[in-house]
């Protein structure tokens, strides 16, 4: 009876009941596709610090351009695919490539921070595989359609779970890392805004960014969880140039903050123990 009770007080008229798993793999299947769309949009518009990152391999500007157009479309292509047709091929592929292109910002010469503040980039697609699981002993699990409405094996949910934690906790540390040495597309940001001492501002926000990835790191709560998520989601749209496409971009971002949200909701079986125990 009580569970009866339970699945119609979580159900909305009109829209599909989404489990707790369905909800997170939803969560993180879109925010791995906006991260590599919004990332293969700056390949075809051409984005000149990225010069700097093809520097790495030896690449000069003028092959570094005519290449930049060429990975945008992959990577475009390869967000879609997550939409359409997600398979755990791709997903691990986007865990490699989502590192790599992050690893170049500290290898190219910036701050060791731009690594960490896009550990979404990779860590929503990894979240999402660990969540997944294996698809079997052989091979051609790895190219098999994800099955979103298949059954998620707790202890995968579990590891994903504690996945999301240290993902969250790596890109707000990383982010208020940034506040804190001023990093001027930041102290831009503020300025633009109209704060009269942005060095000031960007300071408190990186110190009190820091203390909330610890806080999610070792005792992660829903309410904290939603206010770094609107924090994210409304501060990511103040970049002075291709704002929508930067926004889209941190998709993997928003998604590993909200899938963490919603693995710490209570499962069926707590709330059926709350309803027995009142």
Same mark, same amino acid.
């Given at each position: ?74 990577? !475009? ?5 997550? &939409?359409?047709? $997600?398979? @755990?091929?791709? +997903?691990?592929? *986007?865990? #490699? %490539? ?111 960014? !820091? ?5 999610? &790191?070792?005792? $992660?709560? @829903?309410?904290? +969880?939603?206010? *770094?998520? #609107? %924090? ?47």
């Amino acid at each position: 009876m009580f569970t009866t009770v339970l699945g119609k007080r979580n159900h909305h008229p009109g829209l599909p009941s989404l489990n707790q798993p369905q909800k997170i793999h939803y969560t993180l299947r879109i925010a791995s596709a906006m991260c590599f769309i919004g990332h293969g949009a700056f390949g075809i518009i051409t984005k000149s610090i990225w010069c700097n990152y093809f520097a790495v391999f030896g690449i000069d500007h003028n092959l570094a351009y005519r290449l930049m157009p060429v990975l945008g479309s992959f990577d !475009i292509m390869m967000g879609l695919l997550i &939409l359409v047709y $997600p398979m @755990r091929m791709i +997903l691990l592929w *986007l865990i #490699i %490539w989502g590192t790599i292109t992050a690893a170049l910002r500290p290898i190219s010469g910036e701050p060791f921070a731009e690594f960490i503040e896009r550990s979404g980039n990779f860590g929503a697609p990894l979240a999402l595989l660990i969540l997944s699981g294996s698809g079997g002993n052989h091979i051609s699990g790895w190219f098999k359609k994800i099955d979103p409405n298949a059954f998620f094996h707790p202890k995968n949910l579990w590891v994903a779970t504690n996945c999301l934690k240290i993902v969250v906790f790596l890109l707000i540390l990383g982010h208020g890392w940034l506040n804190v040495i001023g990093k001027k597309g930041l102290l831009g940001q503020y300025n633009s805004i109209g704060f009269p001492n942005p060095g000031l501002t960007a300071e408190v926000i990186g110190l009190l960014e !820091i203390a909330a990835s610890f806080a999610v &790191l070792l005792r $992660p709560v @829903r309410p904290l +969880l939603i206010v *770094l998520f #609107i %924090w994210k989601v409304t501060s990511e749209l103040f970049y002075p140039h291709h704002e929508l496409f930067e926004w889209i971009e941190r998709g993997g971002s928003y998604g590993a903050l909200l899938a963490l949200w919603f693995s710490l909701e209570q499962s069926p079986a707590e709330k059926l123990r709350l309803v027995e125990k009142n």
